[in-house]
């Protein structure tokens, strides 16, 4: 069994006057050490694709089973255990603890993973070029840099399944290609990685991509012109 | 949609999303000014009533009476003012007969045998026109011709407080059995008052009967003890004082006459004093507990309006009003008011009926007038409508004073300014980060913490300042009790009608008597002291001064510094006279003291009194002299009392029984008895105290609550975000937990503070004049600080607990997805 696998998901917000089919009879399977990009129009259902992986939302209809786990059986501790050490998350609105420090913020994640590596909260800070910053608090970093320790907690983690929502939307150039290094070389070392983004030039380095619209699938595969390298992406 | 029909809605949709806040919040105004208010308002109540009371029974203007105790008689003193009386001047003379009985009597509890007066009325006239008998219970009952059975009305408050029903058979001295027809009050005796000056409530009893029955009962036939006088222009006595003053010193020579007014009864004093006092007291303990709640409503508002302050950034970035944006917090804040006054006021009226009880319980006046006191409610009212406006504008005006690119970037959650704040949230912390958060939050909003830990410190103090003055009445009536007690068994003190020169034949009965193991002859009397340095001479004290041969074997006071006095004129004082008097031992005090005249005749006589040492026991008026002093004040070889101890077997009820059936004896009682009535008094307090303990408690919990609740509000993404890395709510339930007890802890830390202060001043300064006759220790048990430091944690600490739906319930997508 793959490590992600969703069967015939659905996802429906009822606001009252309005019903949103936000991700409509979605199937997929992720295998561990996957890179995958998922694209698609903002509004297309790539956030709530990606909760539902994470465990923080449920599915009006289907199931999703995280490595081997059928969610729709889990109670709310075995949802957490998912949580904390199988699933991280990089928010598409960064979500730092504005009460902690930047390489606090990164504690965090080694913290509450257990997670007992060598390498610590100034290391994973300075994979991500954040090393003179580790005293800030968020609300003194840019909108760039609040991402990067927001990708430097969820690496902290290392948990074998990374979800990165639009990982690169407030990175220049540069930076950003130094962060997608950074997420291919997690997938080198057997992580699953699920990026989302609207940006089809980050498709490229990525093993598989998956297109989505209205809330379903209408693609799915490695990219049309084969996997790139890192360096060579322009944009 | 039109722009303000827009922020109708808006406003709307914040109302609907706040409503337990703001109703819990104008729940934390109304209880301090419904508190205030309904504590207040019994100042205004008791003098009401005191004024109605007094008024409805027509109490007497000036009391005649003989200071040596001799009887008058009757007819005797209204010849005397005969002219006074036709030329208008006196409107009243009515005669009364009182004297010291003893009653015995079948309550519910059991036999009581209590120490009291026989209060004779003249009801000749058909009922008393002055010092009104005011019934509270049957009638002065109906004597068939030839029946056997005397009638009496019983003291209220010593009926109900001993179960004793109407139509029980009471017993006086001499095995005179009289039937209970009713029962009521005089104003002499709406307190029932011995010469401690204490309220002797159930303790002692007033029995009363028509004036010939006592007479009669007492063979004192045709004697009276005292006139009460009521006159045309009661608000100027002094003069007509004086005049009949020497009138009747002239008609009574050697009687000593003394005159008293209306304001200068024990019991008038005691009522107008105490409601002076009380008015003292539940003021500080009522503006306290506003003062906590007004801040806390404060704090809690500002809080819910701080979380709109980048929403009022966005707007000033966009060129929005400020009169718009300032409109949705400020309204807000009326709702708050608006339901603030309402609950107020509906808390007002709970505590008004609660002190209601109390009061009329504690004291049976005739008339209870209980109005609700609007103009009590008015100040604090207003106050507690305008504290959640400001509230709500001190953040608006925050907010529109700071760039709305700071407002925007910084939001709600990162209040981090300048100051402490920067250096203490680096504060190196040691454990998890998750373990830290908690102290993390303290520490990054330092002023908010301080704040929100000062309003439930001020609740926690008063709560600390009652709880202490329970453990001080207690100290003060264990002092009282250890220092009055013999180990082995009570002391009864029997007092004569006159002097007996202590060989006579009493002294050796009793020392035969059954049951009588040892008995030591004693002298007591009332007396003044002053301080001797000028300054301070206008400080005067009551002195019970007993004279006691300090060698004895059955009983004598302990000391706490000095020496017992060995020569004529030195005197042990307590150490509250001490304190009133300011003085030490070693210090000279003017004591005035009744002496006997070479010629029989008693009188007064100011002396110089060196202070030799000081006793503990609480009661301010113990005083003791040595047997020699006697040889001065020509009582030598004379005793007007007698104690006697008794074997451990004995009947201490039978004994005293026996004594008062003896010719010459007036009272007899246990050593104790005073005791006994101190804590009738502070019970009457601690009743009072437990009201204010519940609301104090309720109060520090709904706060703590409150700040709980909106906590979680604040940090809804927090906990998301938290919760998305695999923490189970159990661990964040424990984080926010750890951080209410933390502040929990402060505050019960400072509430000690603030508790020890406020009990310093019920004890030292508003007891001292309430009831100044006992001198009150100050004590802070163990068990105080305990409880206020447990429940100061485990109150606040529980408080998240209560909002756990908001983490159960939590939608964790939609808290993430908002962007800040
Ligand atoms: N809590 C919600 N209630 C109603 N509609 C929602 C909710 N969350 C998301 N949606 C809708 O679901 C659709 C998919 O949203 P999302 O997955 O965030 O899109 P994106 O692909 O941009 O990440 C959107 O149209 C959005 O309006
Ligand atoms: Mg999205």
């Known amino acids: 069994m793959a490590l992600i696998e969703l069967s015939n998901i659905s996802k429906i917000y009822d606001t009252g006057s309005v019903t949103v089919k936000a991700l409509d009879k979605v199937t997929l399977s992720i295998e561990e050490g996957e890179f995958v990009v998922v694209l698609g129009p903002s509004g297309c259902g790539k956030t709530t694709m990606l909760n539902l992986i994470g465990a923080l939302d449920t599915p009006s209809r289907g199931t999703v089973t995280i490595g081997g786990f059928d969610l729709s059986t889990g109670n709310r501790s075995s949802l957490s255990r998912i949580r904390r050490n199988t699933v991280s998350f990089v928010f598409q609105s960064f979500n730092l603890f504005p009460g902690l420090t930047a390489e606090e913020n990164v504690q965090f994640g080694l913290d509450v993973s257990g997670n007992k590596s060598e390498y610590t909260a100034a290391n994973v800070l300075a994979d991500v070029g954040l090393e003179n910053r580790s005293t800030h608090f968020p609300h003194e970093l840019s909108g760039g840099e609040q991402q990067r320790v927001a990708i430097a907690r969820a690496l902290a983690t290392s948990n074998p399944i990374l979800l990165a929502d639009e990982p690169t939307g407030e990175l220049d150039f540069e930076t950003g290609k130094q962060i997608l290094k950074l997420l291919v070389s997690q997938a080198n070392m057997n992580r699953a990685v699920l990026v989302v983004s609207h940006n089809r030039e980050i498709a490229q380095i990525a093993d598989r991509v998956i297109q989505l619209s209205s809330g379903q699938i209408i693609s799915d595969g490695p990219p049309i012109d084969g996997k790139k390298d890192v360096d060579s992406l322009r944009w | ?820």
């Open chain 2, 1 to 820: 949609m039109s722009y303000r029909a827009l922020w109708v809605k808006w406003i709307l949709r914040d109302l609907r999303s706040r409503w337990i806040q703001v109703i819990l919040i104008s729940f934390v105004i109304a209880i301090g000014t419904g508190t205030y208010s309904g504590l207040s308002s019994t100042t205004s109540w008791r003098l009401k009533s005191n004024d109605a009371s007094f008024s409805k029974t027509n109490m007497h203007d000036f009391k005649v009476y003989s200071q040596t105790g001799n009887l008058f008689q009757e007819g005797k003193i209204r010849e005397v003012l005969a002219p006074l009386v036709k030329n208008g001047l006196i409107t009243g003379i009515e005669e009364r007969l009182s004297l010291p009985t003893q009653i015995k009597a079948e309550g519910i509890n059991g036999a009581i045998i209590a120490p009291g007066l026989l209060v004779g009325i003249d009801k000749s006239k058909g009922a008393s026109q002055i010092d009104k008998l005011h019934l509270t219970e049957g009638d002065w009952g109906s004597y068939d011709t030839g029946s056997k059975i005397d009638y009496a009305v019983l003291d209220h408050t010593f009926a109900e407080t001993n179960g004793i029903p109407n139509s029980s058979i009471i017993e006086l001295p001499g095995n005179k059995k009289i039937k209970v027809s009713g029962t009521g009050l005089t104003p002499q005796h709406f307190i029932p008052i011995n010469d401690s000056g204490l309220g002797f409530g159930g303790v002692f009893a007033i029995v009363y009967m028509p004036l010939e029955k006592v007479q009669h009962i007492r063979n004192q036939e045709g004697k009276t003890s005292e006139s009460l006088i009521t006159i045309s222009d009661p608000e100027n006595p002094e003069n007509l004082k004086t005049e009949l003053k020497l009138l009747l010193q002239q008609s009574f020579p050697n009687y000593g006459i003394g005159i008293e007014g209306k304001k200068e009864d024990r019991v008038y004093k005691l009522l107008y004093e105490g409601a002076d006092a009380d008015q003292k007291f539940y003021h500080v303990i009522g503006i306290a507990i506003l003062l906590g709640a007004v801040f806390a409503a404060f704090n809690l508002t500002v809080r819910v309006v701080q979380s709109q302050r980048r929403e009022i950034g966005i707007g000033m970035a966009m060129g929005a009003s400020l009169l718009g944006l300032a409109a949705r917090p400020i309204i807000l804040g009326i709702n708050i008011s608006i339901l603030g006054t309402i609950f107020g006021i509906f808390v007002g009226k709970l505590i008004n009926g609660a002190m209601r009880n109390v009061l009329m319980q504690e004291l049976p006046l005739p008339i209870w007038l209980t109005p609700f006191e609007p103009k009590y409610f008015l100040w604090v009212g207003i106050g507690g409508f305008l504290a959640p406006i400001i509230a709500t504008l001190v953040p608006v005006i925050f907010g529109l004073n700071i760039q709305p690119v700071e407002a925007i970037r910084t939001g709600h959650l990162a209040p981090i300014r300048k100051g402490l704040s920067p250096l203490l949230s680096r504060l190196p912390l040691p454990g998890n980060t998750f373990w830290q958060m908690p102290f993390r939050n303290l520490l990054r909003t330092p002023r908010r913490t301080f704040l929100t830990m000062l309003g439930i410190a001020g609740v926690i103090g008063v709560m600390t300042s009652v709880l202490g003055m329970v453990d001080s009445f207690t100290l003060t009536l264990d002092k009282a009790t250890s220092e009055s007690s013999i180990k082995e068994s009570p002391r009864i003190e029997v007092v004569f009608n006159s002097f007996q020169p202590v060989d006579a034949a009493i002294f050796t009965y009793l020392k035969d008597k059954q049951g009588v193991s040892k008995i030591q002859p004693v002298i007591q009397f009332a007396g003044t002291a002053k301080n001797k340095k000028a300054n301070n001479s206008d400080i005067e004290i009551n002195l019970l001064t007993t004279i006691i041969d300090f060698q004895n074997t059955m009983w004598r006071p302990t000391l706490v510094s000095g020496k017992y006095p060995e020569e004529p004129n030195e005197i042990l004082i307590s150490s509250a006279a001490a304190k009133s008097l300011e003085v030490t031992s070693g210090d000279q005090v003017l004591v005035n003291h009744p002496i006997i005249t070479v010629q029989g005749s008693p009188g007064f006589l100011e002396t110089q009194f060196t202070i030799s040492g000081i006793h503990p026991h609480p009661f301010r008026a113990y005083s003791y002299m040595v047997p020699s002093q006697t040889k001065k004040s020509g009582m030598y070889g004379l005793a007007g009392g007698v104690w006697i101890q008794t074997d451990q077997s004995a009947d201490l009820d039978n004994i005293q029984t026996d004594l008062y059936s003896i010719a010459g004896v007036s009272s007899v009682r246990e050593s104790g008895i005073n005791d006994r009535a101190m804590k009738e008094e502070l019970k009457g307090q601690m009743d009072i105290l437990k009201i204010v303990q519940f609301i104090v408690l309720f109060l520090a919990l709904l706060i703590a609550f409150n700040t709980a609740s909106i906590n979680m509000d604040d940090r809804a993404r927090e906990h998301a975000t938290i919760m998305a890395f695999g923490l189970p709510v159990s661990k964040i339930m424990l984080m926010s937990i750890i951080e209410s007890a933390t502040l929990g802890l402060l505050a019960s830390i400072a509430g000690l503070g603030i508790g020890f202060l406020l009990l310093d001043y019920f004890i030292n300064t508003v007891f001292a004049s309430a009831l100044p006759e006992i001198g009150m220790y100050l004590a802070v048990s163990t068990a105080t600080y305990a409880t206020t430091i447990i429940l100061g944690v485990f109150a606040v600490g529980i408080a998240p607990i209560f909002a756990i739906r908001k983490l159960t319930k939590a939608d964790i997508p939609s808290s993430l997805r908002i962007l800040e």
